[in-house]
Structures are given as structure tokens and as C-alpha cells.
């Protein structure tokens, strides 16, 4: 705004320290010098926009860089996003003190490990502020889901698909481009109005390699139908132990 009053000054005429400012002489070759009056308030008006939008650019920019979550903390950080809803990114101590990570934090000593790369976006990503524990529960589990059996190789994988290959997850919406809305809206995933989930149908979607133990997070909620068939690069035989985990299966 100051920088706007300024030019206004200009224009009016209430500018005696600068005299010669308002004309400038224009000089042709040999020809005589002419008066050529120049009107300098565009330009001056358009520096003054631009010094506007450079300060706003600036501000932007600072509250951007305070949103950003922070690392390594002992806690939940909060952070407010574009949207403007305030979020709690999660650490490897909040999953451990609210018994989430099933082997007391160990998987964490990983950084390449499935529980790992789970932690990763719960910390960069978040979560609403005020999710329950049975949410950040279940929003674990199935990241654990995801990079458990995406791009996993396995011997099921060599035979199946070719030594060495290991597909991604053949899904119309990955949810790698979802991480921040509610895991609900995730591709085959169905939650009831509690928002906890109650099926999860991934059949023929080229999942690899295991069943994670995580999903029996899922076991206090409603949970009644997990569909991984027609997956033929999932697991090395046998029925997966987490089922038996799962009271709630099979009871709609």
C-alpha cells in the first residue's frame, strides 16, 4: 500500500524534489532537441504492482514453509495445509505408545523395511488433527498393505511373471496419489459411517509378495470381507496366519 500512495503523490504534482522527472528531452540524430512529454505513471504504477506481489509472494512463501511438518520429533507436529486443515504427522513414538507398531518399533530400524516406508507417510502426509487411535490404526495397516505387496519380489513373482519382475498394483486410482484424504476413499476400500473399514476387495490387481500381520489392527473394527483373489504373484502357499487374527471375517 505504500508503495501505491507513492506513485499517487507522483501524479498529482507533489513531487518539487524532482523537477525534471515529469519531461524528458528526445534527441533524433542531428535534429534539434524537442519537448517530449513522457507520462511516467505507468511505469511507476507498474513497479508498485510489482513490488506488491513480490511481498505477497513472500509472505506466501514463508507460511508455506512454516506448514511444513517437522522431522524427528519426539511427538505429534501440527501443520496446517493448503486446504486449511490442521494436521498431525505421526513419528515412530506415537505408533509405539499407542501400541500400533506390533514389534515394539524394531521394524523401524529398517529404513527400506514395508512398516518403514508406512511411518514415512504418516509423517510427511499426516493425518486430520483429532483422528481416533482406531483410524491412525487402520490407516498403518493398510499403508503396510501397499508396500508390502507393490513391486515385492518373491520366487511366486520369478515363476509367474519372469525372473526379476515385479509388477506395481493394477489399479485405476493409486493410492500413492491419495495420501492425504481420508483412507475410505481409497481404491477398494469401504468403510461404514464411523469411517472404519468394513471390506477391502483388491482381486486382480497384481499385488506381490505378503500378507502384513498390520492388518489385524484392522480386528477391532467391522471388518467382514478381504478379497485379494485372482493376485497370482501374492505369497509363497499356504493361508495367510493374519486371517486368524480377524474375528470379525465373513460375519456381514
Known sequence: MASINTVENIDSGQHDQLPAVDEILVKRGNHNWSNKRISLFPILKAGAIFLAAGAMF?????????????????????????????????????????????????????ESSYQSRALKILSEKGVVEGYSDQKLAQRYALLCLYYSTNRVRTDVTDEQFGYGTTPGWHVMSPWKFVWENDECVWYGIACNTEGLVVRIELTDHLLTGYIPMELKLLKNGPVSIIDFSGNRGLGQGGFPRVFSELDSLGKS
Request: aromatic share 6%; hydrophobic share 30%.
Open 58 to 110: 513472500a509472505i506466501g512463501f514463508g507460511v508455506g514453509r512454516s506448514s511444513k511438518p517437522k522431522s524427528g520429533g519426539d511427538s505429534n507436529d501440527t501443520g496446517i495445509r493448503a486446504g486449511g486443515e490442521n494436521r498431525d504427522f505421526i513419528s515412530a513414538k506415537d505408533l509405539i505408545s499407542k501400541r500400533i507398531a506390533l514389534k515394539n518399533g524394531q521394524e523401524f530400524d529398517n
